[in-house]
Nanobody, 115 residues
Framework: QVQLVESGGGLVQAGGSLRLSCVASRYIFSFNGMGWYRQAPGNQRELVATIARDGGTNYADSVKGRFAISRDIAKNTVYLQMNSLKSVDADVYLC?????????WGQGTQVTVSS
């Protein structure tokens, strides 16, 4: 069983920054890819950013140039650096990992942006 534990969420002023972390219970290089989604209550999950096993990254248009996904393989951790935060970025951010068709999810970390 794979466990993903997110941290780093919190309250930040508009224009500020946060860095989210996702620690996996197994070697992250065993995953085909990992990523971050976000979800507001009653809404569908929205892709934010992904990082493939080969290190390739992909971003939602709404966060390009502001967010950056990275990883530390030795720490089994994926990060999401979020800069220039806007009120529309406020959501629960969830870490995900995919391995041979199986998707795993963390519990999420809340990001709140004050204007």
């Amino acid at each position: 069983q794979v466990q993903l534990v997110e941290s780093g969420g919190g309250l930040v002023q508009a224009g500020g920054s946060l860095r989210l972390s996702c620690v996996a219970s197994r070697y992250i290089f065993s995953f085909n890819g990992m990523g971050w989604y976000r979800q507001a209550p009653g809404n569908q999950r929205e892709l934010v950013a992904t990082i493939a096993r080969d290190g390739g990254t992909n971003y939602a248009d709404s966060v390009k140039g502001r967010f950056a996904i990275s990883r530390d393989i030795a720490k089994n951790t994926v990060y999401l650096q979020m800069n220039s935060l806007k009120s529309v970025d406020a959501d629960v951010y969830l870490c995900t990992a995919v391995r041979w068709g199986d998707a795993y999810w963390g519990q999420g970390t809340q990001v709140t942006v004050s204007s």
